[in-house]
């Protein structure tokens, strides 16, 4: 079983800065992808940036130039740096691991709330 404890999320002004954090724990397989996913009030989760164990990432196009993913394979720990926030980034973001396809696990979500 593996569980994905999220942090970071808060309230922060247009313009600025916050950093997501996602520790993976439990029985986790080498070989993944570890995600982010947003969902805001009234819209489809999305897809927000994805890292691969090797290091091979994507982004959504709302949040390419603004949005860096990455991961610490030996802490199991995915980070989302989040800056030049926008009031349309504001959304519970969700954390995802992937392995063998099938297996996909889910983080509690935290809530990221852009607004002056």
């Known amino acids: 079983q593996v569980q994905l404890v999220e942090s970071g999320g808060g309230l922060v002004q247009p313009g600025g800065s916050l950093r997501l954090s996602c520790a993976a724990s439990?029985?986790?397989?080498?070989?993944?992808?570890m995600g982010w996913y947003r969902q805001a009030p009234g819209k489809e989760r999305e897809l927000v940036a994805g890292?691969?164990?090797?290091?091979?990432?994507n982004y959504a196009d709302s949040v390419k130039g603004r949005f860096t993913i990455s991961r610490d394979n030996a802490k199991n720990t995915v980070y989302l740096q989040m800056n030049s926030l926008k009031p349309e980034d504001t959304a519970v973001y969700y954390c995802?691991?992937?392995?063998?396809?099938?297996?996909?696990?889910w983080g509690q979500g935290t809530q990221v709330t852009v607004s002056s």
């Open positions: 890292i691969t164990s090797g290091g091979s990432t």
């Open positions: 995802k691991l992937t392995y063998s396809t099938k297996y996909n696990y």
């Open positions: 439990g029985s986790v397989f080498n070989i993944n992808v």
